[in-house]
């Protein structure tokens, strides 16, 4: 009976979070209309087409190197050092200034892009209880290690060529873990529209 009573106090805890997870991920749907999955999807469009090149251009031409941090799968301390290294001064003030402000704005536009989008797919796509309804979260999960990487990555480049311990090391990390959930994020993105489009095709079918 006392084994019962902790089980039961160990799982509360967990059913809570999800819980709380879930109610998350049903707001999220509520907002999540055509018309701002429409308008969300357009603004991703026009940062990838216009502003992402154009900022890749930027950085290139005052660093004089294509790579940064945030665009590379994973590094290691004495990489990202190297990096720091090759930008020169005037390379690393540019990679502070564009974290500063167009990477402050450029993960609120691709969580907007996927969160919506996986909401209003999934609505049409999955039964209302199954757990694929939850994967519009998942975008949140790549921004938070998209900051922990900028954050990261930031302090060492702004200290260079100061060691900073620990953090230097921690920035691999976070861009790898950034890159798995823009992965994941993608993959729940087509397996939501794969369904969607299977579950219109077998409805026109009936008819």
Not at 30 to 35: I, K, Q, T, V
Request: glycine share 4%; hydrophobic share 50%.
């Amino acid at each position: 009976m006392c084994t019962g009573r902790v089980d039961l106090d160990m799982r509360h805890p967990l059913d809570h979070k999800m819980k709380r997870l879930r109610m998350y991920s049903r707001s999220l749907q509520r907002l999540s209309s055509g018309a701002v999955a429409l308008l969300a999807a357009a603004l991703f469009a026009i940062f990838m087409v216009f502003v992402l090149p154009a900022q890749a251009v930027e950085s290139a031409a005052v660093s004089g190197i294509n790579a940064t941090p945030d665009t590379t799968l994973f590094y290691t301390t004495g990489e990202l050092y190297d990096l720091a290294g090759t930008m020169g001064k005037a390379g690393r003030s540019h990679y502070i200034r564009s974290r500063l402000t167009f990477d402050a704005i450029w993960p609120v536009v691709y969580v907007a892009f996927f969160a919506t989008t996986i909401s209003w797919l999934a609505q049409r796509s999955f039964a209302p209880t199954s757990r694929w309804q939850m994967t519009n979260l998942l975008p949140f999960v790549a921004m938070l290690f998209d900051i922990l990487e900028n954050l990261s990555a930031s302090l060492v480049i702004v200290r260079y060529p100061t060691p900073t311990p620990i953090v230097a090391e921690l920035a691999g990390i976070f861009t790898l873990l950034k890159w798995v959930s823009v992965a994941l994020t993608a993959l729940a993105l087509m397996a939501a529209l794969t369904a969607a489009i299977i579950r219109c095709t077998t409805f026109q079918r009936r008819q």
